[in-house]
C-alpha cells in the first residue's frame, strides 16, 4: 500500500484483444499476476494466476473448455474462479476460489480493473476510439519496458525530447523553440503546442506529400491515470489549421496506453491512427514498423533513466518549465490514489 | 489464495447488545489497516481457562481504521464467545487485517441472500454493499426468536418489501424453494448459517439445475443437528481415551490428551483432521461440509475439528502405527 504509484481503481489495458487467445496467457499487472483467456463464446476473462492450492500459477496449466485445470494437482476453476473439481473428495472445498479481474472489450484492447470490483464501470474506460473508427486507419503493439509507468507518461507529456531522441524522422529544433499552453480538468491535462510557417521534419514532409512550409500542431491529451491520445499533424502554412480548418493537411493520432506491471515496469501499449489515405493498406502497416523503430529509441531512454533513477535512490527530479504537463499528470495520478486509500472501507 | 495472518492490536471502542444473544464489538486498530470488503473475516487471540487461542469472526462493515464484529452468545461455546463477551471498552487484544474468503463476484445480474441466525453477520454487510451499488438483491432472513434478529431494523430500512424475517419459534421458515425459484437466471446465492440450512439449500440448487459456482457459502461449524454435550473418545491406536467436554472441540481434546493430529481449516472444509470411526455408541453429529451426504451417512470417518457426538463413545484410528 504505501508507496504504491499506482491507482488500483481503474481501468488499465492489459493485451490487444489478438492477444487473447483460446489459451492461457500470463501477464502481471500492477503487481498482481493475471491469468488471461477467451471463453468459447469470444468472452475475454481474467483470473488471479495463482492456484488456491499451493499457488502454482495457472498459466501453466491447461484451458478445458471454459475452465482452467491448474497443471499440479488438477483444480479446476471455471470462468468465475470458483473451484469446480478437487481431487480424491467428494466435495469442494466452499473457500476455493481465486479472484477474478473484471474485464472489458473496447477500442481493440482488453482492458482489466484491478480494484474494487464494485466500481468496475465501463463508461470509465479511457478514450480511444480513433483505434477502431471506420473514419480513421489504425494499428500499433505493446512494448514491455523496464521503467516505471510514470516515465513514460512523462516521456509523452513533454514532446520537447523530440527534437533531441527522434531527430532522424519527427524532431527538429521548431519542437524545442516553439511555446505551448497547458490546461486541465479533474481527469485530464492537455498541452497544446501550434509550430508555425515551419519546415516540416523528414516524417511529416512525407506525409503531407507536398514541399513547402507547414503549419504543425501537437495537442496532448493525457486521461488520468496513464492515457494520452495525441493530435498531431501538419497543414501547409498559411491553410488554416491554426484557426480550425484542417482540410488541407494530414492528421494523426498517436494512442498510446501504459499499464503498471511492477513498479519498476509496464505495458506499453500504442497505435498510431491517421485520417488520410486510409485504404493505403501498406502505409498502416509502414506507419507502424516506423512509429516502433521512433519508439525504441524512446524505450532505450527511458530504461536508462529508470536504471539511473535506482542507481541514485537519495535524488529526484527538478522541473523546468516544459515539465507542466507531466506534472499535471503526475499530480491527477497522485489524487487518485489519495482518494481510492482514503476511501478506505468498500462496504462502508 | 490465502494470505499470511498479519497481526495488529486493537482497542475496544465500543461494546453492546444489538440482539438478544448477539454483542457487537468494534475495535480501534493500531497501524495501517487495507480495506476490506463485504464477507471478509478476522481472527482474534482470546484467551481460553488462560491459554491463547485463536477465533475467527466475520467482519461487519466499520470506518477505516476500525474492526467491527458480531460474536453470538453460546452457552456451551469452545470458549471464544465467552471471552469476546467478556471484554470491555478499553480492553486490548491481538487480531489479524481482515481476509476474504467469501467475497461478492460483482457480476451476477441478481442477488439472493439468505442468512440463518448468526451467519447474518457476512450477508448484513453484503446486503448493504449491494444495496448502495443499486445491484438487484433480496434477503431471506432466520432466526429462532424475534429479538435474536440482529441488524433487523436497517435491513427493513435498507431493502423494504425485498428482504423477510422468519422466526423460527414462531413457526416461520425461509421457503429456500420459492426465494430460488424467483431469482434471475444467472443469479447468485450467497448462504450462511447453520450446515443443515446449507445443505437444503444446496439441494433445492443442484436440483434446480443451477451452476454450483454461483453458490456461494460460508459455514460455521458451531450448528449441529445436535446441542454441544460431552462425549468420549476411545483412540484405538493409542490405547488411550479421551473426554471431550461440551466447551472443547473433539480435535483440541485429542491434541491435550496427546494425540498428535493433523488440521488445518478448523471449520470443517478441509478434511485433514478427519478421522477413521471404527465404533460408536451413539450418533455423530457431522458439522463439516468436507464429507459429503453419502460419506456422512456412511459414519466411517469424521472432521474432529467440528464434529462432535451428542454423548454416547466414539472409538476412532488416527493412522498410529508404531
Known amino acids: ?348 | 489464495m490465502r494470505l499470511r495472518r498479519e497481526w495488529r492490536e486493537g482497542r475496544v471502542t465500543e461494546a453492546r447488545e444489538v440482539a438478544e444473544g448477539v454483542r457487537l464489538l468494534e475495535f480501534a486498530v493500531d497501524g495501517p489497516m487495507p480495506p476490506f470488503d463485504p464477507g471478509s473475516h478476522t481472527e482474534f487471540e482470546v484467551n481460553i481457562d488462560g491459554r491463547p487461542a485463536i477465533r475467527s469472526y466475520t467482519c461487519l462493515p466499520a470506518a477505516c481504521g476500525s474492526v467491527r464484529v458480531a460474536v453470538r452468545r453460546h452457552q456451551s461455546s469452545r470458549g471464544g464467545s465467552r471471552y469476546m463477551w467478556s471484554l470491555g471498552v478499553g480492553d486490548r487484544l491481538r487480531l489479524t487485517v481482515p481476509e476474504n474468503r467469501f467475497s461478492l463476484s460483482w457480476r451476477a445480474p441478481a442477488y439472493l441472500l439468505v442468512a440463518g441466525g448468526i451467519g447474518i453477520t457476512p450477508i448484513y454487510g453484503m446486503a448493504r454493499a449491494l444495496n448502495e451499488r443499486g445491484a438487484p438483491v433480496r434477503l431471506a432472513y432466520g432466526a429462532r426468536t424475534r429479538e435474536s434478529l440482529a441488524f433487523a431494523d436497517d435491513l427493513k430500512a435498507l431493502l423494504g418489501e425485498r428482504a423477510s424475517f422468519h422466526v423460527s419459534q414462531e413457526g416461520e421458515r425461509i421457503d429456500l424453494a420459492s426465494e430460488i425459484d424467483r431469482l434471475a437466471e444467472d443469479g447468485e446465492l450467497y448462504i450462511c448459517g447453520p450446515v443443515p440450512m446449507l445443505e437444503a439449500a444446496r439441494s433445492i440448487w443442484r436440483a434446480r439445475g443451477r451452476p454450483v459456482s454461483r453458490f456461494r457459502c460460508e459455514v460455521f461449524g458451531d450448528s449441529g443437528a445436535f446441542a454441544e454435550l460431552p462425549f468420549r473418545v476411545d483412540v484405538a491406536d493409542r490405547g488411550v481415551s479421551v473426554d471431550v467436554p461440551s466447551d472443547k472441540s473433539m480435535l483440541q481434546a485429542l491434541i491435550d490428551a496427546g494425540v498428535e493430529m493433523i488440521y488445518d481449516c478448523e471449520r470443517g472444509e478441509c478434511g485433514l483432521c478427519a478421522v477413521d470411526i471404527v465404533g460408536q455408541e451413539g450418533q455423530i453429529d457431522h458439522r463439516d461440509v468436507f464429507f459429503d451426504e453419502t460419506e456422512k451417512a456412511e459414519n466411517s470417518r469424521m472432521c474432529t475439528c467440528v464434529s462432535r457426538l451428542p454423548g454416547g463413545t466414539v472409538r476412532i484410528d488416527t493412522g498410529f502405527r508404531a
Request: glycine residues 6%.
Open chain 1, 1 to 348: 500500500m504505501h508507496g504504491q504509484t499506482y491507482p488500483l481503481n481503474a481501468w488499465y489495458a492489459a493485451a490487444w484483444d489478438v492477444e487473447v487467445k483460446r489459451e492461457l496467457l500470463a501477464r502481471t499487472i500492477c503487481d498482481k499476476p493475471v491469468v488471461l483467456y477467451r471463453k468459447q463464446n469470444g468472452e475475454a476473462v481474467a483470473l488471479a494466476d495463482a492456484c488456491w492450492h499451493r499457488l502454482l500459477p495457472l498459466s501453466r496449466g491447461e484451458l478445458h473448455g471454459d475452465h482452467v485445470i491448474c497443471g499440479y494437482h488438477g483444480l479446476e476453476f471455471d470462468d468465475t474462479g470458483r473451484c469446480v473439481y478437487m481431487p480424491s473428495q467428494a466435495t469442494i472445498n466452499p473457500s476455493a476460489c481465486v479472484q477474478t479481474y473484471p474485464i472489458a472489450e473496447k477500442h481493440r484492447f482488453v482492458w482489466i480493473w484491478p480494484g474494487d470490483p464494485a466500481l468496475a464501470d465501463p463508461a470509465l474506460i479511457p478514450d480511444l476510439h480513433w483505434n477502431d473508427d471506420p473514419q480513421w486507419a489504425s494499428d500499433g503493439k505493446v512494448i514491455q519496458v523496464k521503467c516505471d509507468y510514470r516515465l513514460v507518461i512523462d516521456n509523452l507529456m513533454d514532446l520537447t525530447h523530440e527534437t533531441y531522441v527522434h531527430g532522424s524522422s519527427i524532431g527538429n529544433r521548431a519542437v524545442a523553440e516553439a511555446p505551448f499552453s497547458v490546461s486541465h480538468d479533474t481527469r485530464t491535462a492537455t498541452v497544446t503546442r501550434w509550430m508555425l510557417d515551419i519546415d516540416p521534419p523528414p516524417f511529416w514532409r512525407a506525409q503531407l506529400g507536398r514541399p513547402g512550409n507547414v503549419d504543425r500542431w501537437q495537442i496532448i491529451n493525457f486521461e488520468a491515470p496513464s492515457t494520452i491520445a495525441i493530435d498531431v499533424g501538419v497543414a501547409p502554412a498559411g491553410s488554416g489549421a491554426p484557426e480550425g480548418d484542417r482540410s488541407q493537411g494530414v492528421n494523426g493520432f498517436v494512442l498510446n496506453t501504459v499499464t503498471p506491471e511492477t513498479g519498476k515496469s509496464c505495458h506499453y501499449f500504442w497505435a498510431f491512427a491517421r485520417n488520410y489515405k486510409l485504404s493505403e493498406q501498406r502505409r498502416t502497416h509502414e506507419l507502424r514498423e516506423g512509429v516502433a523503430s521512433i519508439f525504441r529509441e524512446d524505450e532505450a531512454i527511458l530504461e536508462a533513466q529508470q536504471k539511473a533513477l535506482d542507481d541514485n535512490p537519495d535524488h529526484v527530479f527538478y522541473n523546468l518549465n516544459i515539465d507542466a504537463g507531466s506534472m499535471w499528470a503526475r499530480k491527477l495520478i497522485d489524487r487518485m490514489i489519495a482518494d481510492e486509500q482514503a476511501m478506505g472501507i468498500a462496504a462502508e
